[in-house]
C-alpha cells in the first residue's frame, strides 16, 4: 500500500469541514450530544429510580453502557457519512487531488474524536454527577476509554462503508458488526462465565475491552489494566483505520 | 470499454462529443487518473496519468455535481482550497467566474442543478490547472450561461491550459477549437469544426456525425 506522509494542513482542513457540517445539522448534533444522556438517564431510573436507595444494578451496567454509546453512535454516523463522501464524487475529487488516504481518515477521525469526546464528558458528568455512578478511578480516565471507543466505531464505520452501496445498506452493518459484541461484552452476562467457544470470540471483540476499562474504572481505583485494555482498543481503531485506507482507492471501475 | 485508441490532446478547447454512453467519461477517468485502466497507456505532459506529480496540474469536474450539499458555496471552495493550499484570494476568483458571487452563503443543497454543477466548475478553477477536464458541465443550463461558461473555457485555453469538454449537444461543437467525436468507445473523427464539415461536405457538426457513422459502417 502506497501511502504518502501525513499532511497536517489537509487532516486539519478535513476535520474542520466535517465538524462544520455536523454544526450545521442541528438534530443531528442535538442527538449525538443529547441522547446519550437521556439514555442513560433512563437506564437509571429503570434500575435504581430517584427512590431508590444506592442500587448496585446501575453502578454495574452504567459503564458497559458509557462504552457502548459512543461506539455505536460514531459507527452509524461514520458509516453513513463516507458512503455519502463516496458515492457523491467528492471523495473521488479530493483523491485526485494531493490528498492522502491517511489525511482523509484522520481528519474523520479527529472530527468525530472530538465529538465523542464532548458527548462522553456530558454522559460521564450526568452518570457520575447526577446519577450517583461510583467510580473509583480517575474520571478523566473514564472520558479517554470513551473517546478511543469512538474512534473505534469510526474506523470500523470506515471500513464497512466499502461494503455497502446504499445508506441503507450501511445501516444494516450495524446489527451485523454491532450488536454481536453488545451481546457478548460482558454486560448480559459476565465474559467469564460465558460458554467456552463465546468466551474466546468475545476475547477477539474490541468492545469487550472497552467495557472492561470502564468496569475496572468503577470497581477499583488501579490503572495499570485500563491502560492494557484502552491500548488493545486503540490497536484495534488503528487496524480498523489502516483496512479502511486500504478500502479508499484511488482508480475505481 | 475503449479501444483503438490513440490520440494526443493539446493547447486549445477540444470538444469530446459523442451520444452517452460512448465512453467520453470512462476516457476523461482515465486522462484524471481515477479509471482502472486494463490495458494501455495514458500520459499526461510526460508523467502516467494520474500520478502524483500531475495532481496539482490537472482539474477534473465530475458530470454530478461532486461538492458537499451541507456546506455553503463559500464554504465547500474554502474546504478544497485548503487541500489545495491555495489563499482566500482564488476562492473569490473561482466564485467570481462561475458568477455565483450573489450565492455565496447558500448552502449548496438549496441550489438548482446548474448552479450546483457550476459550484463543482469553481471548485476545479481554484488552482490554474495546465488540463482542464470538463464531463458535461453544460448540460441542462440556461442558455445565456452556457455561453458565458464557453467564453470561460476559452479565456482558460488562451492563458495557456488545455481544455477538454465532453458533451453529447452536438450543437455545442461550433464552440471547439478541435473536435473528437466519439461513439461506441472509438474516437470516428478528429479536427476542427470546419475541417470535419468540409470533408463529409456538410454543414453542421450533426450531419458530419451522422454522415461519418454512415461511412464507418459501409
Known sequence: MNLTPLSPRILLAVAGRVLTQIRRDHRTLAMLLVLPCLLITLLWWMFDGPAGAAGTTFDRIGPAVLAMFPFIVMFLVTSVTTLRERSSGTLERLLAMPMGKLDFLGGYALAFGAVAAVQSVLAVSVSVGLLGLDVQGPVWLLTLVAVADAVLGTALGLFVSAFAQTEFQAVQFMPAVVIPQILLCGLFVPRDLLPDVLGAVSDVLPLSYAVDAMQHLTRTSSTAVVWQDLAVVAGFALAGLALGAATLRRRTA | ?218
Open chain 2, 1 to 218: 470499454m475503449l479501444t483503438d485508441l490513440d490520440l494526443t490532446i493539446g493547447g486549445g478547447v477540444t470538444g469530446l462529443l459523442g451520444p452517452s454512453g460512448c465512453g467520453k467519461s470512462t476516457l476523461m477517468r482515465a486522462l484524471v487518473g481515477v479509471q482502472r485502466v486494463a490495458g494501455g497507456e495514458v500520459t499526461v505532459f510526460g508523467e502516467p496519468g494520474g500520478s502524483k506529480a500531475l495532481r496539482n496540474r490537472v482539474g477534473y469536474v465530475t458530470q454530478a455535481a461532486s461538492v458537499y450539499d451541507d456546506l455553503t458555496v463559500a464554504e465547500n471552495l474554502k474546504f478544497f482550497a485548503r487541500v489545495l493550499a491555495v489563499g482566500p484570494d482564488e476562492v473569490d476568483r473561482a466564485i467570481e467566474s462561475v458568477d455565483l458571487r450573489s450565492h455565496r452563503d447558500q448552502v449548496v443543497g438549496r441550489l438548482s442543478g446548474g448552479q450546483r454543477s457550476r459550484v463543482s466548475l469553481a471548485v476545479a478553477l481554484l488552482t490554474t490547472p495546465d488540463l482542464l477536464v470538463l464531463d458535461e458541465p453544460t448540460v441542462g443550463l440556461d442558455p445565456v450561461l452556457r455561453r458565458d461558461l464557453w467564453a470561460l473555457f476559452h479565456r482558460l485555453a488562451d492563458d495557456g491550459a488545455a481544455v477538454l469538454v465532453s458533451s453529447h449537444v452536438m450543437d455545442e461543437a461550433e464552440r471547439c477549437d478541435r473536435l473528437l467525436l466519439m461513439r461506441e468507445g472509438r474516437i470516428l473523427a478528429d479536427g476542427t469544426p470546419t475541417e470535419i464539415k468540409e470533408k463529409t461536405a456538410t454543414h453542421d457538426v450533426e450531419s458530419a456525425f451522422l454522415a461519418i457513422v454512415e461511412q464507418d459502417a459501409a
